[in-house]
């Protein structure tokens, strides 16, 4: 154990995962080196098998997991033969956790510094007062509001980014070695996600713990980590250190990760004063029930051929002004029009003629296709009913939108959509819009679940479907780098509100307002510095949730 | 605290009603009963005298409303009116100088203790067991042990109670005369007297019950096992022992709660067709011999009975529920 | 030559097996290195413990005298399990391919489930050819006892010897099979049909419909099922007595609507589950009629839980009218019965300890018994499977 030994050191390891009776390669001779104090950044998409390779560096498999071949030494103990006792003594207590849903990983039935305190104890490395002493003095570290008193609160009872900060703290307890980092901010907002990525960066450099950090964001990795590695379905592609990685990828798999992001369509001029908006909506107030109101007042216009991007965060009112324009939520006041006629707030009030022409594109590819129906199914239903074709002309029509989405139709026209793809299952959704041949579709957080790679072809392809049929498009998302990829205008929410509205470039260059400012700046980007350089600019108190509740 | 007791009282006012309404369809069902009740129980003396008579002491001229309320206001009180049965109706024929009318309630009370008995061993056998069990089950899951259980309680649960019953005698009583196969138990027996009697009755039951409850209990506990704060203590290396005892019982126990009661609820079912096989002497056998002589007051208390016990013990179930989950407890 | 134990020396050994497998079973795992030995638990030391003595116990008892019952018993395991494994054998072979692939996963089990339930149709539906003599038929010899001996006090007429009117126990054994499955099936068949309409239709349509409906459903369901039946089946007999027919139908009307209860609340609850979906929010949306909705979006996807369900139901129905028919309460005669073949036979039981032809007329009653228990095992078995087939799927 010499100063210069890796702390961790994994060499050609190889994990099967078990299911049934099927083996699959979840691993494939993967090698490992992590020094003392050092951070080490996985990146790959969902199904790299990033989080297998997290969790076997602390020599813990997951059920129906088993590791087949390779070592893993950690300090010079192998653990791949070592005693499950020798095991337990490490976990916790020189090698820790950080999972990517904090809420699910707490004990609902204790209180958090009980469980904070369970790893000290158990392990012999502080007594009890000891314990509950260092967790505030962490809490306060992490920036945590009442950090005296929010330890004695239950999990339930304190919001998620501040849980994900209280299990990093529980982490830290028995002052580890090494951190695992499971995507502690894949599911936070982007103002929560800046806070905890803060907390963690400064916590892991004042104790000088060594870690491993998972994600699949580039931008976020760039911050936190001083080598990355890159995994794609199980082997290893590149490995190198930040700013190498960043400024000169050498594989092509690698240099098409970082491609995604500078995918940009150049806005269009606004439209002529005076023409009549595809959309248009008036006054909007709605809400669920007798409840406050979820969308305030809302107004905008949206004309042929744009993109008008809707930004904001979970609770914004974003997808309830969806229902209302589809009709699935009457709105309390205000009216929605269609080319300048007055829709009927009820969507079963409506003509067959106006429920064609909003169409409707959803997130989750799963939910959003009938699981028993074949595709041909899926997109000749709305051929059927709206167009009245049949029988050679139907099928005709719906291998023509199969092609039109760049999917080969003699392939594809009989399977089900459990043998397609994420990406593939999009763009059937936006093959079922466009058969009914609509003015508009609202694209409701349609990349948001699909890797980078993907989610790029299905914005490529929305563009040039948007070219060639002059529609219009609400595009719905939390993800900054899409609207600056198709939006041509940009219209933000919070609370129920428009905040800010306008020309795309308008919004991406100040002045704004401050939450827009806020909203912008939280974003990672690809420069390793950007972290550093907001931290001075605005000071650690000043960023992300803390700050939004000041406005 | 405030919100869960609405949410309690909210659900005890949900069971009043309940009760309420299970009492008006209990009534109405019954009351459908064709033809002159008067009339069918005189049979050959009936004359219209004697007939119009009854009608007038059983309270059957009163229009339906009337009754029901009367019925009602009784059964608050545990009166339950007097059953047909033992009431003597020689008199109205003349043939004899006293009328004597039976109380339900005087027939139900001591069945019902009996029938309590019963459940009551049944279940100190049955609970610990099927919880041990099922929580074994669920640790070792997949293995030999677990796959035994498995198919012995689908067995069980699959197998009416009077085969599992006179499996039991067959075992139990003719080939091996461990226990009697009558258990016509009575006051003034002791407590081991009774108990030996009750023994097999109460083995059958635990049989069935105990399938239920154990393969309850394995599933609930599986699915315990596998949220990711079990997996979180795992790797905080805490041992099997913390594991289980601090993180996974105290949120194992609403669940097994709620298995256990909606299991006795189960049981009140059960008790009917065993309390017939072994001619015990409970509620189950009354309400069973009291529909086959068209005895209506007794038929009417002992669904009564039943019924109450039965939402009871789902009450009991929900309530329970929302007491051990944190969550409701300690609202944010 | 191989002693049956008492219990006192079962659970002596027992006790003692499982010490040494403990504490014998570190010192030999630390030396040899053999990591199963070595880490092996107490409980786990106790189960194997428990598993090889009883495993004795039972060899000893199979090859000693006596126990006729645990030998049959024993048959019986050993001859459905062979059963079971040649009949999956064959599905795994001869079909088309998608019954081959569906054999390929089942385990032995549902396979043996899958090859009773066929035994159990053929009997029912073809009862007339297969059966000696009528379910109604009376002979002049009452209580010949089964063997068709005539020295026992059998009759080689009558293999199961006849009851106590003179009728014949292996026919009325197998039109039981024809009326206690048939009614049983057709019951769920209409518990099922009300159910699911009633249970699609509130979840489709919501609101009053649906606060009604279930409130209904509540109130019935907070009577014991068997209690209520019970209840309205006095109704029923009071009015109908007389009239056999009748009795029976009002008990299939009575159970089917007692257990669309539950059959409602479970596609309600499935039928939720698939309206919340966006797949269903985008037909909505098109403008599609309640009827396609229902039958296009919502029955394909509600198939395979509900399918699985109508196997529980049928358990449950089928149970409850052999209960009640034991009762004397359900099927009334002539109508064959397992149910109450098996209280007119119960006083069979106490022959057993008679020699030679004592375990086979003990064992009349558990044969009607054990008829009604064997095919619910059966359909458990086959549910369990397609449960854990689903619950697999969705992970």
Same mark, same amino acid.
């Given at each position: 154990m010499s100063a210069t030994e890796p702390l961790v050191k994994i060499s050609n390891l190889e994990i099967d995962g078990i299911a049934d009776e099927t083996r699959t390669r979840i691993i494939n001779n993967v090698s490992l080196e992590l020094n003392r104090g050092e951070v080490m950044g996985l990146i790959g998409e969902s199904g790299a098998g990033k989080s297998t390779l997290g969790l076997a560096a602390m020599g813990f498999t997951r059920d129906g997991c088993e590791i087949v071949g390779g070592n893993i030494m950690f300090d010079g103990i192998d653990l791949v033969t070592a005693t499950p006792d020798v095991k337990r003594q490490l976990l916790g207590k020189r090698i820790a956790y950080v999972a990517q849903s904090a809420a699910a990983s707490f004990n609902p039935a204790h209180k958090i510094i009980n469980q904070h305190a369970e790893?000290?104890?158990?392990?012999?490395?502080?007594?009890?007062?000891?314990?509950e002493a260092d967790a505030i003095d962490l809490y306060e570290r992490l920036r945590l509001p009442n950090p005296d008193e929010i330890g004695f609160r239950y999990p339930h009872q304190v919001s998620g980014g501040q849980l994900q900060r209280a299990m990093t703290a529980m982490a830290m307890s028995c002052r580890p070695d090494l951190i695992i980092f499971d995507e502690p901010t894949t599911a936070l907002d982007v103002t929560t996600q800046i806070e905890v990525l803060v907390a963690i960066r400064e916590i892991v450099e004042q104790f000088q713990t060594a870690a491993i950090y998972i994600t699949h964001d580039l931008a976020v990795v760039a911050q936190m980590a001083d080598r990355v590695k890159v995994l794609l379905r199980g082997d290893e592609v590149e490995e190198a250190d930040t700013r190498t990685m960043l400024d000169a990828p050498r594989? =092509?798999?690698?240099?098409?990760?970082?491609?995604? $992001?500078?995918?940009?369509?150049?806005?269009?001029?606004?439209?002529? @004063?005076?023409?009549?908006?595809?959309?248009?909506?008036?006054?909007?107030?709605?809400?669920?029930?007798?409840?406050?109101?979820?969308?305030? =007042?809302?107004?905008?216009?949206?004309?042929?051929? $744009?993109?008008?991007?809707?930004?904001?965060?979970?609770?914004?009112? @974003?997808?309830?002004?969806?229902?209302?324009?589809t009709g699935l939520l009457p709105p309390m006041t205000g009216e929605i029009a269609f080319q300048n006629q007055v829709l009927p707030a009820d969507y079963r009030k409506r003509s067959v003629h106006q429920l064609r022409q909003v169409q409707m594109i959803y997130q989750m590819a799963d939910t959003a296709l009938n699981p028993r129906k074949r595709i041909g199914e899926i997109i000749g239903r709305p051929v059927e009913f709206y167009l009245g074709l049949k029988g050679a002309e139907k099928r005709r029509r719906v291998e023509e939108l199969l092609e039109l989405i760049e999917m080969d139709p003699k392939e594809y026209i009989n399977r089900l959509p459990s043998e397609l793809s994420g990406g593939q299952k999009q763009r059937i959704g936006i093959a079922r819009a466009l058969a009914a041949e609509p003015k508009f579709i609202i694209c409701d957080e349609v990349t948001s679940a699909l890797d980078q790679l993907v989610a790029e072809g299905i914005l490529k392809l929305l563009t040039r479907l948007q070219e060639e049929m002059k529609l219009s498009y609400m595009l719905i998302t939390h993800d900054l780098s899409t609207v600056r990829a198709i939006a041509d205008e940009v219209v933000v929410m919070k609370d129920g509100l428009i905040v800010e509205a306008g020309p795309k470039d308008e919004m991406f260059t100040p002045p704004h307002h401050a939450y827009t400012d806020l909203l912008l700046s939280s974003v990672p980007e690809m420069n390793p510095d950007w972290l550093d350089e907001l931290l001075a600019q605005r000071g650690a108190e000043n960023l992300g949730d803390a700050a939004v509740s000041k406005m | 605290m405030n919100n869960v007791a609405m949410i309690i009282s909210k659900r005890l006012g949900l069971g009043v009603l309940t009760m309420f309404m299970v009492s008006i369809i209990i009534f109405s069902a019954v009351n459908m009963l064709p033809g002159d009740f008067a009339q069918a129980l005189l049979g050959q003396s009936a004359t219209p005298e004697a007939v119009a008579a009854i009608r007038k002491d059983l309270g059957l001229d009163k229009p339906i409303h009337t009754r029901y309320f009367d019925w009602l206001i009784g059964v608050m009180q545990f009166d339950f009116g007097t059953s047909f049965a033992k009431a003597n109706f020689a008199t109205y024929a003349g043939t004899t100088a006293d009328v004597n009318f039976g109380s339900v309630a005087d027939q139900i009370a001591p069945r019902f203790a009996n029938t309590l008995f019963l459940a009551a061993v049944t279940a100190a056998i049955a609970v610990p067991l099927s919880l041990l069990i099922g929580v074994l089950a669920a640790l070792y899951r997949y293995s030999i042990f677990d796959r035994i259980a498995n198919i012995s309680t689908l067995t069980s649960i699959s197998s009416p109670e009077f085969f599992v019953a006179y499996v039991l005698i067959l075992l139990l009583a003719v080939l091996n005369p461990v226990f009697p196969s009558l258990s016509n138990i009575h006051d003034g027996m002791d407590f081991a007297q009774k108990l030996q009697k009750t023994m097999l009755p109460a083995l059958t039951l635990t049989l069935v019950v105990t399938a239920h409850m154990m393969r309850m209990t394995r599933a609930a506990i599986i699915n315990l096992l596998a949220s990711p704060y079990i997996e979180m203590a795992r790797l905080k290396g805490l041992s099997p022992f913390r594991i289980i005892v601090f993180h996974a019982l105290p949120n194992a126990l609403a669940p097994i709660i709620n298995v256990i009661a909606l299991n006795l609820a189960y049981l009140i079912t059960g008790v009917v067709v065993v309390e017939v096989v072994f001619v015990y002497p409970g509620v189950g056998q009354l309400f069973v011999d009291s529909v086959k002589i068209r005895d209506i007051p007794v038929v009417q208390a002992c669904c009564l009975v039943f019924a109450a016990a039965y939402i009871s013990l789902n009450l009991l179930a929900d309530v329970m529920s929302i007491l051990s989950n944190p969550r409701l407890r300690l609202p944010k | 030559m191989m002693p049956s134990l008492s219990f006192t020396y079962w659970s002596a050994l027992v006790v003692a097996g499982a010490l040494a497998l403990y504490f014998g079973g570190r010192q030999v795992g630390n030396a040899s290195g053999v990591a199963r030995l070595r880490d092996m638990s107490a409980t786990g030391a106790l189960g194997y413990s428990l598993l090889v003595v009883t495993l004795y116990q039972g060899i000893a008892l199979y090859f000693g005298p006596g126990a006729t019952f645990f030998k049959w018993a024993v048959h019986g395991v050993v001859g459905f399990?062979?059963?079971?494994?040649?009949?999956?054998?064959?599905?795994r072979h001869v079909g088309t391919r998608a019954t081959k692939k569906l054999f390929r996963s089942m385990p032995v089990t549902a396979a043996l489930g899958i090859l009773l339930i066929l035994a159990y149709a053929l009997i029912a539906i073809f009862a007339d050819f297969i059966a000696p003599y009528g379910q109604a038929e009376i002979f002049k010899d009452a209580n010949l006892l089964p063997g068709g001996d005539p020295g026992m006090g059998g009759s080689p007429d009558h293999l199961l010897g006849t009851d106590q009117i003179g009728r014949d126990i292996l026919s009325r054994l197998i039109y039981g099979a024809q009326n206690t499955v048939g009614i049983a099936f057709v019951t769920t068949l209409l518990a099922f049909f009300i159910g699911i309409s009633l249970g699609f239709l509130a979840a489709t349509i919501g609101g009053v419909l649906d606060q009604v409906l279930s409130r209904i459903v509540d109130m019935l369901m907070s009577i014991p099922q068997l209690i209520f039946a019970l209840?309205?089946?006095?109704?029923?007999?009071?009015?109908?007595?007389?009239?056999?027919?009748?009795?029976?139908?009002?008990?299939?009307?009575?159970?089917?609507?007692?257990?669309?209860?539950?059959v409602f609340r479970l596609s309600r609850a499935v039928g939720m589950n698939i309206v919340v979906m966006d797949f269903f929010e985008a037909a909505k949306l098109r403008g599609e009629k309640l009827s396609y909705l229902i039958f296009s979006e919502i029955a394909p996807n509600a198939f395979a839980p509900l399918l699985a369900e109508f196997g529980l139901r049928f358990c449950f129905v089928?149970?409850?009218?052999?209960?009640?028919?034991?009762?004397?309460?359900?099927?009334?005669?002539?109508?064959?019965?397992?149910?109450t073949m098996v209280r007119d036979l119960s006083?069979?039981?106490?022959?057993?300890?008679?020699?030679?032809?004592?375990?086979?007329?003990?064992?009349?009653?558990?044969?009607?018994?054990?008829?009604?228990?064997?095919?619910?095992?059966?359909?458990?078995?086959?549910?369990?499977?397609?449960?854990?087939?689903?619950?697999?799927l969705k992970e």
């Open positions: 790893a000290p104890l158990c392990h012999g490395v502080s007594s009890r007062t000891e314990a594989e =092509d798999y690698t240099k098409s990760l970082w491609a995604v $992001r500078s995918f940009q369509r150049p806005q269009k001029p606004l439209a002529k @004063k005076g023409a009549v908006p595809v959309i248009s909506l008036r006054n909007v107030t709605a809400a669920y029930g007798s409840n406050d109101p979820v969308v305030r =007042d809302v107004s905008f216009d949206i004309h042929e051929g $744009r993109t008008v991007a809707v930004v904001g965060e979970s609770g914004s009112g @974003k997808s309830t002004t969806a229902r209302c324009i | - | 399990g062979i059963a079971g494994y040649l009949f999956q054998q064959l599905g209840l309205l089946m006095t109704i029923a007999t009071a009015w109908f007595g007389s009239e056999k027919g009748m009795v029976t139908l009002f008990m299939i009307l009575i159970i089917a609507v007692l257990d669309s209860t539950r089928f149970l409850t009218i052999a209960s009640l028919s034991f009762l004397g309460i359900g099927i009334q005669p002539p109508l064959a019965d397992w149910g006083q069979f039981i106490a022959y057993a300890p008679f020699p030679v032809v004592g375990p086979l007329t003990a064992s009349l009653p558990l044969m009607a018994a054990g008829a009604i228990a064997l095919l619910t095992v059966a359909v458990n078995f086959v549910v369990d499977w397609m449960l854990h087939r689903a619950s697999g």
